[in-house]
T-cell receptor, first 113, second 113 residues
Framework: KAGVTQTPRYLIKTRGQQVTLSCSPI?????VSWYQQTPGQGLQFLFE???????NKGNFPGRFSGRQFSNSRSEMNVSTLELGDSALYLC????????????FGPGTRLLVL | GQQVMQIPQYQHVQEGEDFTTYCNSS?????IQWYKQRPGGHPVFLIQ?????EVKKQKRLTFQFGEAKKNSSLHITATQTTDVGTYFC?????????????FGKGTLLTVNP
């Protein structure tokens, strides 16, 4: 089976812009979670989607949003980018629940200038 | 909210020495997962512990879940250079319906050959 894929792998944006990141889970996986990884804060949970519905949400401002499509592919959007949004954004998929093994994608490295 | 503390933050060892990282949660956990992230890579699932006092082994790696299900440890016997990376624990909160994984900040292990 192909692993979790994320596009793009690298992105450079300027403050105030918005960005959309994409994640394709492993075939058959219906739960997709997004994480932000930074050196200072580590891995922080953004949100989880299952069957096109946001099931859980972390403590991030409303500028961070996401959605999931009927084929389980997911996108996350960050509007009005700030310098502090520079990070590695990882998505992870599992069959049904976060309690299961999380399979991570390679991540999208976002740099905000 | 739930916090997961992991110590030490960094550990440098000589090849052949043992290594241990500890994980402590502010709340009782339903389960705990361990992941390894190689430099430049993404987190890869190692193991999940569910039962109070559970001990699991994978070759040179030994994982323990505390009796109170609030702490866990990962011990590597006779480290090798292939063990280099950051080891994360991730706790799943117990109770309620808002399940999410809370990751510790990780322990970066470097091994001197």
């Amino acid at each position: 089976k192909a692993g979790v894929t994320q596009t793009p792998r690298y992105l450079i944006k300027t403050r105030g812009q918005q960005v959309t990141l994409s994640c394709s889970p492993i075939s058959g996986h219906r739960s997709v979670s997004w994480y932000q990884q930074t050196p200072g804060q580590g891995l922080q949970f953004l949100f989880e989607y299952f069957s096109e519905t946001q099931r859980n949400k972390g403590n991030f401002p409303g500028r961070f949003s996401g959605r999931q499509f009927s084929n389980s592919r997911s996108e996350m959007n960050v509007s009005t980018l700030e310098l502090g949004d520079s990070a590695l954004y990882l998505c992870a998929s599992s069959y049904y629940r976060v309690e299961e093994t999380q399979y991570f994608g390679p991540g999208t490295r976002l740099l905000v200038l | 909210g739930q916090q997961v503390m992991q110590i030490p933050q960094y550990q440098h060892v000589q090849e052949g020495e043992d290594f241990t990282t500890y994980c402590n949660s502010s709340t009782t956990l339903s389960n705990i997962q361990w992941y390894k992230q190689r430099p430049g890579g993404h987190p890869v699932f190692l193991i999940q512990l569910v039962k109070s006092g559970e001990v699991k082994k994978q070759k040179r790696l030994t994982f323990q879940f505390g009796e109170a299900k609030k702490n866990s440890s990962l011990h590597i016997t006779a480290t090798q250079t292939t063990d280099v990376g950051t080891y994360f624990c991730a706790g799943l909160n117990s109770g309620g319906s808002n399940y999410k994984l809370t990751f510790g900040k990780g322990t970066l292990l470097t091994v001197n050959p």
